[in-house]
């Protein structure tokens, strides 16, 4: 028994063993500094069957039995005994009380009083914010850059838990589902790219949409045609991107090349190296994107067939831009909140070629939106899911061959 003076049980369920939850929430309690004891472990019998275990965590205070709480709650492990939600007033603008609930992306509840509200919009690292809308209380998730001193936060593991994505019963995943094993390039990329293509028809069909997240190799490696069908086609909602991608795309439309490469040829132009600032005047003289397009200046390229098809994009900067384009965000937390303001009804989101980018969409999607991740450098993958991006799934191809092939499947010419 732990002779530490604070516990809690936690109960957890799932398929424990052969995912490894398990030990992940052990090898937490301990790393936070907290101990634990099994007080009992129900094996699937069979293998289809869920596992449930019962857990008490202990600590050696309050506070910190809290913080593992919390910690052990990305793994899906709840208190037994919840009790009941406690908020404080945020101290001042952007500041949350020190004892604030961060959050994880999974489907979160929150107990106020005897109800149980659902939060809206699960996001990982956030505060949850308990307001009344329309004499309706309601819980979500706030950045700490947007609480305001006075805002009801919650405070402590109490009163809060948290839902894993379901699962289909062992044996009965759907043909995407072997694509949740570690990321590999030795998977068959035809059959994931049909795979991928499937899963986008239902999403559709659903009335849910499709959020693209796309770096410059978009054009570098030629696919901006094909990314162009699949615009034209309806399966990009909505496009997350920074300055780069639209830069070259642009750049390409107008000058045929990208970073100073014939994209026809594969040499260098005379100055091709301005290029890529000279489209930018271009649109900056124009306006905007959507102004260059009206105007005619812009009549080709995957931010074209965006504003023709009337699809939103957000473009968030960083200082390594050149210009930037009068549509990029330069303050990275305005383009935090475009972002955010273009995620409710997104069921599907695939990402290519680019890390950065990827890592800071996953950071704001929950848990329950299936995330691809198409790279040639594994590292992109595999940092998305450390950063609390677990479903992520990986593909590890050329984004050229990736994007033609996904557009015969999906917008045939």
């Known amino acids: 028994m732990s002779s530490h003076a604070h516990s809690a049980t936690v109960t957890v369920t799932g398929h424990l063993m052969d995912t490894g939850i398990l030990a992940r929430i052990l090898d937490d309690v301990l790393e936070y500094g907290g101990d634990y004891r099994i007080e009992n472990l129900d094996l699937g019998r069979q293998h289809e069957d869920a596992s449930r275990a019962l857990v008490e965590v202990s600590a050696e205070d309050a506070e910190l039995l809290d913080r593992i709480l919390m910690r052990v709650q990305i793994h899906g492990a709840n208190p037994v005994d919840p009790g009941t939600a406690l908020t404080r007033p ?14 994880t992306n999974l489907e979160t509840l929150v107990r106020l ?102 770096g410059p190799a978009v054009v570098h490696t030629g696919a901006s045609p094909a990314m162009v069908r699949l615009v034209r086609a309806g399966f990009v909602d909505v496009l997350f991107a920074g300055n780069a991608l639209a830069t070259h795309d642009i750049e390409s439309a107008l000058f045929g ?11 260098g132009v005379p100055h091709g190296h301005e290029h890529h600032i000279r489209a930018i005047n271009t649109i900056r003289a124009a306006g905007s994107i959507q102004a260059a397009v009206d105007s005619g200046v812009l009549t080709g390229g ?21 210009g930037p384009l009068p549509d990029v965000y330069t303050d990275v937390i305005e383009g935090q909140r475009a972002m ?72 045939p010419e």
């Open 90 to 103: 945020a101290p001042s603008d952007g500041v949350f009380p020190d004892d604030f609930y961060s959050t």
């Open 113 to 214: 009083d005897r109800e149980w509200l659902r939060v809206r919009q699960p996001e990982m690292d956030c505060g949850l914010v308990v307001s009344d809308e329309d004499g309706q209380v309601v819980v979500a998730t706030v950045p700490v850059s947007d609480v305001r001193a006075g805002d009801a936060v919650v405070c402590g593991a109490h009163g809060v838990r948290v839902e894993l994505p379901p699962q289909a019963p062992r044996g009965e995943e759907d043909d995407f589902g072997f694509m949740s094993s570690a990321v590999s390039s030795e998977k068959p990329q035809a059959l994931l790219v049909r795979q991928i293509a499937e899963r986008m028809r239902e999403v559709k069909a659903e009335g849910k949409r499709i959020l693209w997240v796309g």
């Open 257 to 267: 090349t990208s970073l100073g490469v014939d994209l026809a040829k594969g040499s």
């Open 302 to 322: 995957v931010m074209h067939a965006m504003v023709e098809a009337g699809k939103p994009f957000v473009l968030v900067g960083s200082v390594r831009d050149d």
């Open 340 to 411: 955010r303001a273009q995620l409710p009804d997104v069921g599907f989101a695939i990402m290519v070629a680019t890390m950065l980018h990827s890592i800071a969409t996953g950071n704001l999607l929950p848990a329950s939106i299936p995330l691809v991740s198409v790279d040639i450098n594994p590292a992109t993958v595999t940092k998305l899911a450390d950063r609390g991006s677990a479903q992520a799934m990986g593909i590890i191809t050329d984004i050229g061959l990736f994007l033609e092939q996904l557009a015969r499947e999906l917008a």
